[in-house]
């Protein structure tokens, strides 16, 4: 019996899988999340969201709800620190440390903003709603058993003992997703990274130990306790994380709190363990992305140790690239052909980002450290700076054309972002309409057209008129944003729906709205019109 037909069935309901799900439901694809646990998790296992995330959220409206769920750690700020005690350590003598997108100029080549560190269950918190007011459905206490596949769909059978028939499913089940097993996709990579760890999240007040300042991690070592303590909401909510040799069970509650004392230095504050997770760091990326109408996205797709925070920032890019195909074919904007590209596309990031995870483990210097001797040493380890890991990436498949993927700086991320298609769209303030907005801020659901020329603007309009891809334009006077495309007043650059370069002209042709249809036929995939 088929109890429900969709366009998009999506395996777990963590934050990659809700942000999907967003992603989708903005653009009108019914979308369901399915989720084994009986909610969303309480214990987050990543806490940083890069540039590419914020702006990425800003673009759905939800900077300022995001910015609002985070623990500021703009004033004061100490970022990674190491002390043999908590108590013993005077806090208000350490020296402040700037945003890391401060100090890597990511303000310059970003819109996204937030004011610190956000706990997968607090964006979860944002996620969730944000989804279900644009439609999404999510189901909580309920796994996928199995599915099928076939030409036109996916039918799945849930454990509530229903069944849904969906155009696509997508698996955001983490590192042992089932999903990927069920389709027989094998994994590579270097496997375990490090000894079994064991997480702890705790609740109790360290707010007089700090005094007023605030630790994005803290590494303790003494006799009683080696480990990391992770900032969860800056006052009474933290992780612990050990090493450990032994099975879950064996952190009772007494030895979490004997192990969370030793960390403060003081065997007074009231300590209550929340829950307690297993973990290890890993290194695999699945051999691809896509088989048939399924899809794999985050952890499901790769696991990354989580030096960097690549990982959750990396899967969501992961949604965010996915999604907007989907609504396009779904809707007939684009062929089928444009899938294809997911993979194309992600499966070289997800390479690259774990290479580079990996690359930082000997010595996290590289990715946290600044100046010139520390931009040389990562130039020795062929490890890129983070600004580049998270915005510099370039895609190379058939929804770009004349693709440049090699790289103009590993170091200065703003090289990186130069109009070439494949980058992304660079960044620029811009004073439109009595409001300041970026140019990001222009790309709409479809491709959009930006352009200073009026012939451009008549042609893409004439062209919006009867094709299919429901192209946009924006007519803009020539400034620094089109000289940081690469083009003139009288070019044009064709942007896709996540902010990605399609196609450039750096000036005028001869025949705009014929190249205009044959550019926007390439890059959505679209039957031969000859």
Not at 353 to 379: C, F, K, N, S, Y
Request: charged share 20%; proline share 7%.
């Amino acid at each position: 019996m088929l109890d429900k037909q969709i366009p998009v069935l999506i395996v777990g309901g963590g934050s990659v899988g809700l942000a999907t799900a967003l992603f989708l439901a903005d653009q009108g694809v019914e979308t369901l999340v399915v989720e084994a646990q009986d909610g969303p998790s309480e214990h987050p296992r990543a806490t940083g969201l890069g540039p590419r995330t914020a702006e990425i959220l800003r673009a759905f409206g939800l900077q300022d709800a995001v910015d609002a769920v985070c623990v500021d750690m703009i004033e004061g700020g100490l970022g990674k620190i190491a002390v043999r005690t908590l108590a013993e350590t005077d806090f208000a003598t350490l020296p402040s440390i700037a945003p890391m997108r401060r100090i890597s100029g990511q303000d310059d080549v970003s819109p996204g903003r937030v004011r610190g560190i956000c706990p997968q269950h607090r964006l979860d918190s944002v996620l969730l709603p944000a989804a279900r007011e644009r439609g999404a459905t999510v189901r909580y206490s309920t796994r996928l058993e199995s599915f099928t596949q076939d030409a036109t769909g996916v039918r799945a059978r849930l454990s509530d003992g229903s069944t849904v028939r969906a155009d696509y499913l997508i698996g955001a089940d983490g590192v042992r997703s089932g999903v990927r097993e069920q389709l027989g996709i094998g994994v590579s990579g270097p496997g375990a990274l490090g000894n079994p760890m064991m997480s702890m999240l705790f609740h109790t007040d360290l707010t007089s130990y700090l005094q007023g300042r605030q630790f994005v991690t803290c590494n303790v070592e003494n006799p009683g306790v080696r480990g990391m303590l992770v900032t969860v909401d800056g006052a009474k909510e933290w992780i612990l994380h050990v090493e450990c040799d032994d099975a879950a069970d064996a952190f009772s509650n007494d030895r979490c709190r004997t192990l969370i004392h030793a960390a403060i230095g003081d065997p007074a504050p009231d300590v209550q363990v929340i829950s307690v997770l297993p973990w290890r760091p890993r290194g695999l990326i699945a051999d691809r992305f896509q088989h048939g109408r399924a899809f794999l996205i985050g952890d499901a797709a790769r696991a990354v140790p989580p030096l960097g925070a690549f990982g959750l920032n990396t899967g969501i890019a992961d949604g965010h690239n996915l999604a907007w195909k989907i609504a396009a074919v779904h809707a007939g904007r684009a062929g089928s052909g444009l899938l294809d590209t997911y993979t194309t596309e992600r499966h070289p990031v997800a390479q690259m980002v774990l290479d580079q995870a990996v690359r930082r483990l000997p010595d996290p210097r590289l990715h946290w450290g600044t100046g010139p001797e520390i931009a040389a040493a990562r130039h020795a380890a062929d490890v890129l700076n983070a600004p580049v890991v998270q915005l510099g990436y370039r895609y190379n498949s058939t929804a770009v054309i004349d693709p440049a993927p090699e790289l103009p700086s590993t170091e200065d991320v703003s090289l990186d972002l130069d109009g070439t298609p494949g980058s992304r769209l660079p960044h620029r303030w811009l004073d439109l309409n009595n409001a300041r907005i970026s140019t990001l801020d222009l790309i709409g659901p479809h491709f959009t057209l930006l352009t200073a020329s009026p012939q451009w603007e008549a042609a893409a309009r004439k062209v919006a008129e009867s094709h299919p891809s429901e192209l946009s334009v924006q007519r803009i006077p020539a400034g620094d944003w089109s000289t940081a495309t690469g083009i003139n007043q009288t070019g044009a650059v064709l942007v896709r729906p996540d902010h990605f370069i399609a196609w450039r002209s750096a000036g005028p042709t001869a025949d705009p709205v014929t190249d205009l249809i044959q550019v926007l036929d390439r890059v959505s995939a679209q039957p031969d019109r000859s």
